[in-house]
């Protein structure tokens, strides 16, 4: 709640603060920020998610940003942290998560015409429209079925078989987690609502063919799990699991000579054993997490900042925000992640 509060009064004030400013206190040479989609148009799966930002919107980031930011690569971000190789004074790196269509229909057109390069981050099950992932089938049930008469009592039924309380749908609904999502298959199946179908119909993610394109026009991919778990609810064999099994679909379906890695949802609370394993022994040379403005102590583990939240605030109020955030936090040192 504090946290909240605290956010809400720098909202208030921080665009008023010159970024150049902001960024000299914070010393925050490069700023990474990653997106999921961007779309004029109503997307059922993610709607009860995030708001969406729509094209207009994201272009206003981006002209923002460019003000500020000189755009680099994903091999220009490797040679920095590897080779300690300089990068312009402020530097920004844009990223995608969860491979979805829009980022080969609106994204990669509109970061082609602006020359703005960038990394997507793909699920190996998604792809192709395989199957779809459990935080967006909750979305489209819930987008589904409310105001469909007793489901309620459908509802309350079955989380009861799963021994898990219900309130309403959308908040019952998301509160699903990876290891429950069967009771999201069964509640489709129950209500005649079929996942593949939309799958085949709205092809909500990318397809192979799309990403080969995207990657001879100079975008770059990395891995983001097989099918998007929360990391630290699985134990550190299952975490390298997930990791190398998407990479190696990821480097052996695009020929790619570098491994990147994003974690889904969060990387909180993993440990030290799973940066080594794969930092050190698996080659790969870049790893992603979602924590926004915050120093990171593991080398070549780097922290996003998110451009999607639910009340569509423009870039320089969510930028300016997290700086102010960050450089309150570097006064008691809590801006520094600690990894047992």
Known sequence: MLKKALIRCLDTFSGNIPLPLLQKLSRHQLLILFY???????????????QIRNRKLFCKDLDYLLKYYKP?????????????????????????????????????????????????????????????????????????????????????????NYQLPYSNIKDSLLSVRWHQQALLDELALETGIEFNAFLQKQKPYLDTNQIKEMILDGFTFGSHSQNHPTYSKLNIDEQISQTLSSQ????????????VFAFPFTDAFVSKAFFERILEKEGFQLTFGGAGL?????????????MENSKLKTAQKMIHTEFCYYIIKSLFRKNIIQRD
Request: proline share 4%; hydrophobic share 35%.
């Open 36 to 50: 999921h989609t961007v779309s004029d148009y109503n997307l059922p799966h993610i709607k009860h998610l995030y």
């Open 72 to 160: 680099i690569d994903l091999h220009q971000l490797i040679d920095h942290v590897e080779k300690n190789k300089p990068i312009p004074k402020t530097s920004i790196f844009l990223t995608f998560d969860d491979g979805l269509s829009e980022c080969y229909h609106v994204i990669a057109p509109i970061l082609k015409q602006k020359g703005i390069p960038a990394t997507f981050f793909i699920n190996s099950d998604f792809i192709d429209n395989k199957a779809l992932m459990f935080r967006y089938k909750a979305s489209f049930l819930i987008e589904k079925l409310k105001g469909e008469k007793n489901i309620d009592l459908l509802l309350k039924k079955h989380f009861k």
């Open 248 to 259: 190696e679909f990821t480097t052996n379906n695009f020929t790619l000579n570098y491994k």
């Open 294 to 306: 915050k120093h990171e102590l593991i080398k070549g583990h780097l922290q996003r900042f998110g």
